[in-house]
């Protein structure tokens, strides 16, 4: 190629420019002689127009792809490549001014690492802050403000009636429950005998009957200061139904559930709770009725957790949790009272209550966690009398300290009170001190769930009494007989699975369960728009579940009997506050009767009677709150 190039620089008689070039390739010749050499033939005579000079030192170096390039044709090949490549790029850049030439949506106004927004809010959406047309509030959530100078309060509904102000430093909650049952019940021969006979006191029957009828008001004032007044219309009370299980002096009397105080965020304490509550031993016993799994909780409510006062008692709480949650722990000192009214008319029965939680998993608010926890009471009995005047009612002799172990059945036959069959009974024992343990362990993983604990109860210096009910007593020493420590025990375990998918809730408040919400409520109605009139139906939320429950109360030759339960539960949510319940229940009552008569001041046993037998039950539930 070079020597091409110098017979060109030859023929046109140039000398400058032509040897700054030579050997540079033919491409770039050729396009020097079509650029440069022409236009100077053209206007050789013009003294202005300077090329080159002859005497520049180098050539000038210009990149060149010529040494790829053989012939014309590849010339002209690459040529006709740049000028379509030209003419693609010429069509984007007028696509891209077309399209500049139509506004943009401007984009959301980015947030500092303070997490506030810049002073230019996105386009058509108002800040968060703003009203619903758009306007400033008078006051902003993230600015600091006085508590309690915003005194208005606003209606929602939050699974219930509530009002509640901007700042939420205050809000009341007006709401209740109501839970209607059907029961239906068939025995083999032992627990259908007569009472004296070892059956059941009272006997099964068919029941439709209320099973609670709440009425409640919560709330919130001031910020840190927590409230709740709740009251259960539906009681049958018996005022001897610790110390004469038989009797039948049942009214229906409106008892106080929750009537409490707390404040909240004090240093070290936490939360400080005052007043008629649950005191926090047990998991099921700390789950509200409104989101149970069952009809009715296990043997060891009746028997351990809330005997004779339905689960409240009167008392002082604290609860507190470590920063990140996964530990919490609850300790109070209670009353010990004997009935659903919150009080006590004699000494003693102070309990002291702790319970320590720890969340080894939780993720996915609580959808999916592992629960440890440990809880324990340790208390004097509470202080009663054993005997009263059949006339008066006036009570006669001394108190004693004791305690009256029984449980009825995993399905009701009847209201609150003493119209429930009684399935084991210890009968009143009396003793000086009283120590409890509660073990817990619960799972959740998505659709899937289980709950398991156990209950312990030490009674020490035992001794056997005759009062209580002498038909339900069990196999015995006589009375007055010390049988010193009674070990008496409980426990159940239970999975459950939503075959729609949902998850239990779990609220760490007070680690426990929480209110389910299904993922579709209920619904069926025909739509008419349609041409062949066709349902729309949406099945709200299903959940099956399995129950083992144990209970035994036969220690120290002081038999009360024991129990062994099997429960199949079927829950229909229909919405997040309304729920049908079906359960069967399947239990064995081992139990052996022997009543003791008083003969001209001598105490002798009479025949022992065998109630043990299988009991079935059948129940439904409807059950909303509001």
């Known amino acids: 190629m070079s020597g091409d190039w110098a017979v060109l620089a030859r023929w046109t008689g140039a000398s400058g420019p032509w040897r700054a070039v030579a050997g540079r390739g033919f491409l770039t010749g050729l396009c020097l002689l079509a650029c440069t050499v022409v236009p100077t033939l053209a206007l050789a005579a013009d003294p202005l127009l300077v090329i080159a000079e002859s005497a520049d030192p180098q050539p000038l170096g210009l990149p060149s792809i010529s040494p790829s390039l053989q012939s014309f044709q590849q010339v002209a090949d690459a040529l006709s490549t740049e000028q379509r490549r030209i003419a693609e790029l010429e069509m984007r850049l007028q696509q891209l001014e077309q399209k500049g030439a139509n506004p943009v949506e401007s984009l959301p106004a980015p947030k500092d690492t303070n997490g506030k927004e810049d002073a230019k809010p996105a386009v058509g959406k108002p800040k968060e802050g703003d009203g619903k047309d758009g306007k400033k509030d008078e006051k902003k959530s993230d ?34 429950r109501t839970q209607i049952d059907s029961s239906a019940f068939s025995a083999a021969p032992g627990p259908n005998q007569l009472p004296y006979e070892g059956g059941l006191d009272p006997g099964l029957s068919d029941t439709v009957n209320f099973r609670r009828a709440r009425f409640r008001i919560e709330g919130r004032m001031y910020e840190v200061y927590d409230w709740a007044a709740e009251y259960d219309f539906v009681n049958q009370i018996n005022v001897n139904n610790e110390t004469y299980p038989t009797e039948r002096d049942a009214g229906p009397l409106t008892a106080i559930t929750d009537l409490w105080l707390q404040v909240r965020q004090l240093p070290i304490l936490g939360t400080v709770r005052i007043g008629n509550q649950k005191d926090p031993y047990g998991y099921e016993h700390l789950t509200s009725s409104r989101w149970l799994n069952f009809m009715e909780r296990s043997f060891a409510q009746d028997a351990f957790e809330g005997p004779f006062n339905n689960g409240f008692v009167p008392g002082i709480q604290i609860m507190n949790s470590n920063e990140e949650g996964n530990i919490g722990w609850q300790v109070g000192e209670f009353k010990n009272t004997t009935n659903p009214f919150g009080f006590s008319n004699s000494s003693g029965g102070s309990m002291t209550v702790g319970r320590l939680v720890y969340l080894p998993v939780f993720e996915d608010e609580g959808r999916k966690l592992v629960h440890l926890a440990i809880s324990g009471r340790t208390m004097e009995p509470r202080r009663q009398y054993t005997s009263f005047d059949r006339k008066t009612g006036v009570p006669i002799g001394d108190e004693i300290t004791a305690v009256r172990f029984r449980s009825r059945g995993d399905i009701r036959n009847g209201p609150p009170g003493p119209l429930n069959s009684i399935y084991a009974d210890s009968g009143l024992l009396q003793g000086n001190w009283q120590n409890m343990i509660g073990l817990e362990f619960v799972g959740n993983s998505g659709p899937f769930s289980f709950q398991s604990e156990y209950f312990g109860s030490w009674l020490y210096n035992a001794r056997t009494t005759s009062a209580g009910g002498v038909n339900t007593n069990g196999f015995q020493p006589k009375p007055g007989t010390n049988v010193g420590t009674v070990y008496y025990q409980s426990g159940y375990a239970e999975v459950l699975y939503f075959l729609t998918g949902e998850s239990r809730t779990y609220s760490k408040i007070e680690y426990r ?54 429960t199949l539960g079927l829950n229909w949510l229909l919405n997040p506050n309304a729920r049908v319940y079906f359960n069967y229940d399947l239990t064995h009552r081992n139990f052996v009767s022997t009543p003791w008569t008083k003969t001209d001041g001598v105490v002798t046993p009479g025949p022992s009677y065998n109630g043990s037998g299988f009991i079935n039950g059948f129940g439904t539930r409807l059950a909303f709150d509001f």
């Open 143 to 176: 600015e600091p403000y006085e508590v309690g100078s915003d005194l208005g309060l606003r209606s929602l509904w939050d699974n219930g009636l509530t009002e509640e102000s901007a700042h939420k430093d205050f809000r009341v909650k007006v709401g209740g």
């Open 513 to 566: 369960v929480d209110r389910p919400i299904p993922h579709n409520n209920f619904y069926a109605f025909r739509d008419r728009s349609a041409r062949r009139n066709q349902w729309n139906i949406s099945e709200g939320a299903w959940q099956v579940g399995a129950r083992y429950n144990y209970l035994c109360l036969n220690d120290s030759g002081v038999n009360g009997g024991i129990l062994n339960g099997m």
